[in-house]
């Protein structure tokens, strides 16, 4: 069956470094895949969708990697700031369905 | 803000009861799909409309039903509410009846089922 992994961990960080999260998943080769922000009590927010045959993506401080070989994608979060922290979920386009990792919190300290 | 509209914001419910939750989609949208957010996890899809009918489904049982109207909003209703029902629903649209479409999400409905 399909399985989507995100970072297993909360990611903690000082405020104007780089976060890097990762969304690994197996036994599919999706089309794109696509990148939501979701605060507490809050519904998801799009980010950013990459095609496979796209290798990087940017969107302002956002870049996202997608390595079809390695099955896994790479979310980048540059001159991280407070107001990044959040819990952000990958998705994978699944039997034309969206399927969502669990997620990885990233706390951004001052 | 997406525009995705849904009531009622929290319910509380007793096993065995039935529910109904209310979305209004984004302006232009003709798709409305449901998720279902346990804590600590990602949503799961429950199923989809596009323009009325049903357009798939999530492995979720039969007690899990909805409606979408000709405005494009859209309800969902669970019939004998379960303790593992307590999530977070989150109505979705988007345009193009495409299940891989970006999600434009409302606020979600926090329902707790005791």
């Known amino acids: 069956s399909q399985k989507i992994e995100q970072n297993s961990e909360a990611l903690n960080i000082q405020e104007g470094k780089t976060a890097t999260l990762t969304c690994n998943y197996t036994?599919?080769?999706?089309?794109?895949l696509q990148w939501y922000r979701q605060d507490p009590g809050r519904g998801p927010v799009f980010l950013l969708l990459?095609?496979?045959?796209?290798k990087e993506k940017r969107k302002e401080r956002l870049k996202v990697t997608f390595d079809t070989t390695l099955k896994q994608s790479l979310f980048h979060i540059t001159a991280s700031q407070p107001a990044d922290s959040a819990t952000y979920l990958c998705?994978?386009?699944?039997?034309?369905?969206?399927?969502f990792g669990a997620g990885t919190t990233v706390t951004v300290r001052a | 803000e997406t525009g995705v509209t849904q009531s009622p914001t929290h319910l509380i419910k007793t096993r065995g009861q039935q529910v109904t939750l209310r979305c209004s989609s984004q302006?232009?949208?003709?798709?409305v799909s449901w998720y279902q957010q346990a804590l600590g996890q990602g949503p799961q899809f429950i199923f989809q409309?596009?323009?009325?009918?049903?357009?798939g489904r999530g492995n979720f049982p039969p007690r899990f039903s909805g409606l979408q109207f000709p405005n494009y909003s859209s309800e969902l209703n669970v019939n004998a509410l379960e303790l593992d029902d307590s999530a977070l629903y989150l109505c979705?649209?988007?345009?193009?009846?495409?299940?891989?479409?970006?999600?434009?999400f409302g606020p979600g409905t926090r329902l707790t089922v005791l």
């Open positions: 036994n599919y080769s999706p089309a794109y």
């Open positions: 998705a994978l386009d699944i039997t034309l369905r969206l399927s």
């Open positions: 302006s232009g949208h003709n798709t």
């Open positions: 979705a649209s988007s345009l193009g009846g495409q299940g891989t479409d970006t999600q434009y």
């Open positions: 990459i095609r496979e045959n796209e």
């Open positions: 409309y596009y323009r009325e009918e049903e357009n």
